[in-house]
T-cell receptor
Framework: QKEVEQDPGPLSVPEGAIVSLNCTYS??????FMWYRQYSRKGPELLMY????GNKEDGRFTAQVDKSSKYISLFIRDSQPSDSATYLC??????????FGQGTRLTINP | DTAVSQTPKYLVTQMGNDKSIKCEQN?????MYWYKQDSKKFLKIMFS???????INETVPNRFSPKSPDKAHLNLHINSLELGDSAVYFC??????????FGPGTRLTVL
C-alpha cells in the first residue's frame, strides 16, 4: 500500500465551480500535510500546508485534514482557468522525506 | 534570480551513455534533494543531502550517484543509461524541515 493515495483524474470543471481534491494516507503517525501545485512543464510549488487535523484557508483555497479517516482535501472556490494544473498531496515520512500522491490533473474550462 | 536552477532542461541520449544533471540553489538552504517524476506524474524522492552529507538514499540503482561539492550544489550522475531512466528529474532545496522549493526539472529521454 502506498503511503499516500490520490485519484489521478483527470478532472475537468467549468469556471466558477467549487473543486474538491482528495487524498488518503496510510500511517496515522503522519502529522504534516501539504498540497503542491504543478503547472505543465514546471516544478511543483507549495500551495498550502496543514499540521494535524482541521482546516486552513488561504483566499480561494481551503485545506482540510481528517485524521480519524486519514483523509486530506483541498477545496478551490470560484475556480479560474489559471488554476488548471496538477495538484499533488504530500506528507512527511520521517524527517525531510516527502512522499507524494500521484497527483490529480485539473482543468478549469472558461 | 532563479532560486533553484537545473541544467540542462532537456537531455536526449542513447542507452548505455553516461550523463550528468546539475543543480544550484541560491536560497542559502542547507538541504538539497533529487526527485524523479515518471510519465504518470508520480514524484518520488531519490536522495537528499544536508550540508554535503548524504541523508536519504532511497532504493535507487547504484548507476545513480549524487555529488554535493558544496551546500549550494547537488549534481546527479547517471551511468549506463537505460530506457526506464526516462523521466523528469527535479532538484529541490529546503532549510531543514521547512518548505521544499523545486527547480524547473530536467526532462531526460533515453533512446
Amino acid at each position: 500500500q502506498k503511503e499516500v493515495e490520490q485519484d489521478p483524474g483527470p478532472l475537468s470543471v467549468p469556471e466558477g465551480a467549487i473543486v474538491s481534491l482528495n487524498c488518503t494516507y496510510s500511517n496515522s503517525a503522519f502529522q504534516y500535510f501539504m498540497w503542491y501545485r504543478q503547472y505543465s512543464r514546471k516544478g511543483p510549488e507549495l500551495l498550502m500546508y496543514t499540521y494535524s487535523s482541521g482546516n486552513k484557508e488561504d483566499g480561494r483555497f481551503t485545506a482540510q485534514v481528517d485524521k480519524s479517516s486519514k483523509y486530506i482535501s483541498l477545496f478551490i472556490r470560484d475556480s479560474q482557468p489559471s488554476d488548471s494544473a496538477t495538484y499533488l498531496c504530500a506528507t512527511y515520512e520521517g524527517a525531510q522525506k516527502l512522499v507524494f500522491g500521484q497527483g490529480t490533473r485539473l482543468t478549469i474550462n472558461p | 534570480d532563479t532560486a533553484v536552477s537545473q541544467t540542462p532542461k532537456y537531455l536526449v541520449t542513447q542507452m548505455g551513455n553516461d550523463k550528468s544533471i546539475k543543480c544550484e540553489q541560491n536560497l542559502g538552504h542547507d538541504t538539497m534533494y533529487w526527485y524523479k517524476q515518471d510519465s504518470k506524474k508520480f514524484l518520488k524522492i531519490m536522495f537528499s543531502y544536508n550540508n554535503k552529507e548524504l541523508i536519504i538514499n532511497e532504493t535507487v540503482p547504484n548507476r545513480f550517484s549524487p555529488k554535493s561539492p558544496d551546500k549550494a550544489h547537488l549534481n546527479l550522475h547517471i551511468n549506463s543509461l537505460e530506457l526506464g531512466d526516462s523521466a523528469v528529474y527535479f532538484c529541490a532545496s529546503s532549510q531543514g524541515f521547512d518548505t521544499q522549493y523545486f527547480g524547473p526539472g530536467t526532462r531526460l529521454t533515453v533512446l
